[in-house]
Structure formats: structure tokens, C-alpha cells
Nanobody, 125 residues
Framework: QVQLVESGGGLVQAGGSLRLSCAASGLTLSSVAMGWFRQAPGKGREFVSAISWSGLNTDYQDAVKGRFTISRDNAKNMVYLQMNSLKPEDTAVYYC??????????????????WGQGTLVTVSS
């Protein structure tokens, strides 16, 4: 059974940083791409970032480019999202997701098979 568990969320002031972690079990992490999505109150789930199975290729939503960095450690079955220069509009529940294949890493939600429960990030102004 695949399990994804996010951690690292919390309350931070604007301009601050947080590092989200996603611990994966029940799958061979090196065989799938991974992504981070977020859902703000009253809004739909949106793509934040994704990383290929090897970690060599990444994709970001325009609003987070230059501020967020996705990475992975396949040996530890971990995926990370380093978030710097946080803004109030980054406030959301952040979800880790495992892709359905190794080849696709991008914003299409339907390309992700497994999801974590989410971790809340609140950025105060």
C-alpha cells in the first residue's frame, strides 16, 4: 500500500522560509516522478512543482519560480520542497503526489496516482 506523508508545514511570516518533506512508502520512488500541489481556502488544487524520477528535471509554476526548489533522495524515499521568500498568497495546504510513470513530471493532476494528506502552510503578512 502506497503511503505519502508530508511534514514541515507551519506558520511563518512573509519573507520567511519553510522546507516541506514527503516520506514515501510502498513504492519504489526511483520509478516515478513526484509532484507538489497546493490548495488554498476556497480554491481548487493547483500545481506547484514536479521532479523527474532521476531528479535531473524539474518543473515549477510561474508564481514560485526562483523561490521554491524541489528535490528528492531516492535512497531515503524522500521528496522535499524548499520554500523561500514566502508570500501570504502561498498560504495553502500542500500535497505530495506520486506520478503514474517515470516519464511525466508536470502540472496535470490526472497524471498522479497517489496523494498524501497534506500539510498546512500559513504565511502571515
Amino acid at each position: 500500500q502506497v503511503q505519502l506523508v508530508e511534514s514541515g508545514g507551519g506558520l511563518v511570516q512573509a519573507g520567511g522560509s519553510l522546507r516541506l518533506s514527503c516520506a514515501a512508502s510502498g513504492l519504489t520512488l526511483s520509478s516515478v516522478a513526484m509532484g507538489w500541489f497546493r490548495q488554498a481556502p476556497g480554491k481548487g488544487r493547483e500545481f506547484v512543482s514536479a521532479i523527474s524520477w532521476s531528479g535531473l528535471n524539474t518543473d515549477y509554476q510561474d508564481a514560485v519560480k526562483g523561490r521554491f526548489t524541489i528535490s528528492r533522495d531516492n535512497a531515503k524515499n524522500m521528496v522535499y520542497l524548499q520554500m523561500n521568500s514566502l508570500k501570504p498568497e502561498d498560504t495553502a495546504v500542500y500535497y505530495c503526489a506520486a506520478g503514474s510513470s517515470a516519464s511525466y513530471y508536470g502540472p496535470q493532476i490526472r497524471q498522479y496516482d497517489h496523494w498524501g494528506q497534506g500539510t498546512l502552510v500559513t504565511v502571515s503578512s
